[in-house]
Nanobody, 123 residues
Framework: QVQLVESGGGLVQPGGSLRLSCAAS????????IGWIRQAPGKEREGVSC????????YYADSVKGRFTISRDNAKNTVYLEMNSLKPEDTAVYYC????????????????WGQGTQVTVSS
């Protein structure tokens, strides 16, 4: 079965950290740029970060720059999002998805999505 599966979400206090994983099954992630997109209740989807297929370039939304780090391990067919100094406004469902060329501005270009993992930042 071809799918992307996100994991690692949960409840964390402000200032805390989480690491999200995006694991692919049924296909090889290595040929794709992969992004993380989030959607908070009542808000539009927001591109968070993206990593190119050859692992050479990363992109971040201004709102997470300096706090989040995207990486990939093609041998494990997995992409990660390390999230530090979390804020309540980071609360959202986080999705990973494939895209032809990395972008955090044009979420509509992402074409194959996982089911999402909930991240809640609250004291």
């Amino acid at each position: 079965q071809v799918q992307l599966v996100e994991s690692g979400g949960g409840l964390v206090q402000p200032g805390g950290s989480l690491r999200l994983s995006c694991a692919a099954s049924g296909f090889t992630l290595g040929g794709y740029a992969i992004g993380w997109i989030r959607q908070a209740p009542g808000k539009e989807r927001e591109g968070v970060s993206c990593i190119s297929s050859n692992n050479s370039t990363t992109y971040y939304a201004d709102s997470v720059k300096g706090r989040f780090t995207i990486s990939r391990d093609n041998a494990k067919n997995t992409v990660y999002l390390e999230m530090n100094s979390l804020k309540p406004e980071d609360t959202a469902v986080y999705y990973c998805a494939t895209v032809m060329l990395c972008t955090v501005a044009r979420v509509g270009l992402y074409d194959f999505w996982g089911q999402g993992t909930q991240v809640t930042v609250s004291s």
